[in-house]
């Protein structure tokens, strides 16, 4: 079993050459490897900046704390190593990759993550599964990384990438953004697999609780002003679809 460990984290967004904005104020959250917690909250509350200080974004500056992944020190590690060490992180916004096609970016990354290159028939066999799955058309292996992909398009391709590398610590950031019905249904029932294989610990960062119908969270985390303010089951999920987070921003207020 695997566990990240996040400990009383504070950091800050670059938002100028000499400025930095401080958006988390002493985060604690731990996930253990079979785990599904949904982080949710109003804009602005901090999900987005926990998940990419996690992943090493040069935007966001730690500024004190931990966060460690089977008690090895993630925050000293490069951003490649800590994929290699076990983390993944879906996109809200995958960026276009023009030049390098889907079949070889995911063997490459999977190559440098497992330290050996997959056996190309077995390879070609389970990516061709996964995007049939995920209800990608198999040619788009030939095309540049989300080149000329739709919304939809560009999460599919996420969840495709997180089945193939099996990660550790999977951190799903708004990956039901720009999602119809059909995708959302698709792309759940892509995260449902891995799940259900129990190996990852999966982070689902939303602002509603259409994902969560289908992802059924193990513990759910309320987010405002950079802290977590509440905490629970999937009932809490529900509780703040009916009544939204109102109560907690006025608490955190006074």
Partial sequence: MSVLE????????????????????GVDLTIRSGETHAIMGPNGSGKSTTAYAIAGHPKYK????????????VLSM????????????AMQYPVEVPGVSVANFLRTAKTAIDGEAPKLRTWVKELRTSMEKLGMDPAFAERNVNEGFSGGEKKR????????????????????????????????????????????????ITHYTRILRYV??????????????????KELAED??????ERFVNKVGA
């Fill in 78 to 89: 490069s951003v490649d190593a800590r994929a290699r060490a076990g983390l993944f992180l």
């Fill in 157 to 204: 391709h996420e969840i495709v990438q997180l089945e193939l590398l099996k990660p550790k610590m999977a951190i799903l950031d708004e990956t039901d953004s720009g999602l119809d019905i059909d995708a959302l249904r698709e792309v759940s029932q892509g995260i449902n697999r891995v799940k259900d294989a129990g190996s990852t610990g999966l982070v689902v």
């Fill in 240 to 245: 703040l679809e009916a009544s939204g987070y």
């Fill in 62 to 73: 730690i500024t004190s704390g931990s966060v460690t992944l089977d008690g090895e020190d």
């Fill in 6 to 25: 996040i400990r009383d984290l504070h950091a800050s967004v670059q938002v100028s050459e000499d400025e930095l904005k401080p958006i988390l104020h």
């Fill in 216 to 233: 059924q969270p193990d513990f759910v985390h309320v987010f405002v002003a950079g802290r977590i303010v509440e905490e629970g089951g």
